[in-house]
T-cell receptor
Framework: SQTIHQWPATLVQPVGSPLSLECTVEGTSNPNLYWYRQAAGRGLQLLFYSVGIGQISSEVPQNLSASRPQDRQFILSSKKLLLSDSGFYLC???????????FGDGTRLSIL | DQQVKQNSPSLSVQEGRISILNCDYTNSMFDYFLWYKKYPAEGPTFLISISSIKDKNEDGRFTVFLNKSAKHLSLHIVPSQPGDSAVYFCAASGDGNKLVFGAGTILRVKS
């Protein structure tokens, strides 16, 4: 069966520090991969998605970037975090078109 | 521009009764709709989906209804159980990949 791993579960970072969140998927090949952010009391906002290695689409302008160095690995990064980057970050994967996305357990990021 | 709206922030239901969660959308290009359930500090869990070629899909206690002319979908949970207490998100897709989510509805099932 397919599983998705996301870490760390919680992270506290100072403003201006770098960020690297990692997500890996097991049990499937060539998944579509996604990064979402959920702000307090809001829905999930799609940040990036990828349909293959090295292919990244950005949905909103922001201080973050994403990379997909391997088929089942998706990384969310920032060179210098802002206070507004605080939130709950979720990674997800899906198979073919019009298939449900399946989410990891998320990372709670707090910027001080 | 909220393309997917869940106008009820919260809903409280007695155990054993029906829970009805509603969702409206504005983009007529959406053709695939999903409901997710989320507990605090966890990722959303997929519940049920429906394609725009259908108007109803059922899976156990969960049924999703789609009214394309009204651009409205609903999730019915019968009977409701205390373990159903969670945040429920409606989501929609028009390209088979990217999902647009509503803000969520908090469901509380009282025993």
């Amino acid at each position: 069966s397919q599983t998705i791993h996301q870490w760390p579960a919680t992270l506290v970072q100072p403003v201006g520090s770098p960020l690297s969140l990692e997500c890996t998927v097991e049990g499937t090949s060539n998944p579509n991969l996604y990064w979402y952010r959920q702000a307090a009391g809001r829905g999930l906002q799609l940040l990036f998605y990828s349909v293959g290695i090295g292919q990244i689409s950005s949905e909103v302008p922001q201080n973050l970037s994403a990379s997909r160095p391997q088929d089942r690995q998706f990384i969310l990064s920032s060179k210098k975090l802002l206070l507004s980057d605080s939130g709950f970050y979720l990674c997800a994967w899906s198979g073919m078109t019009n298939q449900p996305q399946h989410f990891g357990d998320g990372t709670r990021l707090s910027i001080l | 521009d909220q393309q997917v709206k869940q106008n009820s922030p919260s809903l409280s239901v007695q155990e054993g009764r029906i829970s009805i969660l509603n969702c409206d959308y504005t983009n007529s290009m959406f053709d695939y709709f999903l409901w997710y359930k989320k507990y605090p500090a966890e990722g959303p869990t997929f519940l049920i989906s429906i394609s725009s070629i259908k108007d109803k899909n059922e899976d156990g206690r969960f049924t999703v209804f789609l009214n394309k002319s009204a651009k409205h979908l609903s999730l019915h949970i019968v009977p409701s159980q205390p373990g159903d207490s969670a945040v429920y998100f409606c989501a929609a897709s028009g390209d088979g990949n990217k999902l647009v989510f509503g803000a969520g509805t908090i469901l509380r099932v009282k025993s």
